[in-house]
């Protein structure tokens, strides 16, 4: 893992994060991991704070859980739920707190495709590290323009904007082409920094992602250029040559203002 971060940050990198994604007692328990979570988080945070430095940041990557406070998992009963809010505020809590044993500088909400879940970990942030800033990134599934469970940006951005996020963004799902007018949306509506991490191109038909690092680049390049963009960065198929490559297409470029 250290070897990994190093990569990404000796392309240019700012902000690594943790690879802690899955590291939740929910997440674990699918594997009989819950007593390790702990430990996870604590070392994968420490790993990406000695790879940074006091120079460059450490997001603790908090994903989205294999369960939904949205959605019934049983499709003969709407009204079942897996797993309960206070569950779920308390699994993120859980991960929080060692996150910030570890040494992150904030908390990176990603993958977001179902913003209750999201609303879980906001209070469990609020209740044990009201300290650490907020990174809340959503997933828009299709090209509907709709999360997973069925929210608008517009709505997604109402949902969450009580929380007071250092920075609202789009990742994962679609590629940089794909994801343009809704990064454009956001950029509209936010009244904090806006990011962007998008695939490297929708994948194949084997699971894998074609998009260069030029490819890649260029668009983010174009969104900077728009206005849209605080902070620009890759997800899913992307590798230290796209963060190479993003780096440089937007060094020296201003970045978005606030809207009024």
């Given at each position: 893992?250290?070897?990994?971060?190093?990569?990404?940050?000796?392309?240019?990198?700012?902000?690594?994060?943790?690879?802690?994604?899955?590291?939740?007692?929910?997440?674990?328990?699918?594997?009989?991991?819950?007593?390790?979570?702990?430990?996870?988080?604590?070392?994968?945070?420490?790993?990406?704070?000695?790879?940074?430095?006091?120079?460059?940041?450490?997001?603790?990557?908090?994903?989205?859980?294999?369960?939904?406070?949205?959605?019934?998992?049983?499709?003969?009963?709407?009204?079942?739920?897996?797993?309960?809010?206070?569950?779920?505020?308390?699994?993120?809590?859980?991960?929080?707190?060692?996150?910030?044993?570890?040494?992150?500088?904030?908390?990176?909400?990603?993958?977001?495709?179902?913003?209750?879940?999201?609303?879980?970990?906001?209070?469990?942030?609020?209740?044990?590290?009201?300290?650490?800033?907020?990174?809340?990134?959503?997933?828009?599934?299709?090209?509907?323009?709709?999360?997973?469970?069925?929210?608008?940006?517009?709505?997604?951005?109402?949902?969450?904007?009580?929380?007071?996020?250092?920075?609202v963004g789009i990742n994962c799902a679609l590629g940089a082409?794909?994801?343009?007018?809704?990064?454009?949306?956001?950029?509209?509506?936010?009244?904090?920094?806006?990011?962007?991490?998008?695939?490297?191109?929708?994948?194949?038909?084997?699971?894998?992602?074609?998009?260069?690092?030029?490819?890649?680049?260029?668009?983010?390049?174009?969104?900077?250029?728009?206005?849209?963009?605080?902070?620009?960065?890759?997800?899913?198929?992307?590798?230290?040559?796209?963060?190479?490559?993003?780096?440089?297409?937007?060094?020296?470029?201003?970045?978005?203002?606030?809207?009024?």
């Amino acid at each position: 893992m250290r070897s990994i971060h190093d990569r990404y940050l000796d392309a240019g990198a700012v902000i690594t994060t943790t690879n802690t994604f899955t590291a939740t007692s929910i997440a674990q328990a699918d594997y009989g991991l819950e007593a390790a979570v702990r430990e996870m988080n604590v070392e994968g945070a420490r790993i990406a704070r000695e790879a940074a430095g006091p120079e460059r940041f450490v997001a603790g990557s908090i994903g989205p859980l294999n369960v939904a406070l949205s959605l019934s998992p049983k499709v003969d009963d709407p009204s079942f739920r897996a797993k309960t809010f206070d569950e779920v505020k308390e699994a993120y809590a859980e991960q929080m707190l060692a996150l910030v044993e570890g040494g992150v500088d904030l908390f990176m909400l990603e993958t977001i495709f179902d913003t209750l879940n999201a609303k879980a970990a906001i209070v469990a942030a609020r209740e044990v590290a009201p300290q650490v800033p907020l990174w809340i990134s959503v997933t828009i599934v299709d090209l509907s323009g709709r999360t997973l469970s069925g929210q608008t940006l517009e709505a997604f951005w109402v949902s969450i904007e009580h929380a007071k996020p250092l920075i609202v963004g789009i990742n994962c799902a679609l590629g940089a082409r794909e994801m343009r007018p809704y990064v454009a949306e956001l950029s509209r509506l936010a009244t904090c920094l806006v990011s962007c991490h998008p695939n490297a191109g929708l994948p194949n038909a084997f699971g894998g992602y074609d998009e260069t690092p030029e490819v890649t680049s260029g668009l983010l390049q174009e969104f900077a250029e728009a206005g849209f963009l605080n902070i620009a960065g890759s997800c899913c198929g992307s590798t230290p040559e796209h963060t190479a490559a993003i780096a440089a297409a937007v060094a020296g470029l201003p970045p978005r203002a606030f809207p009024a």
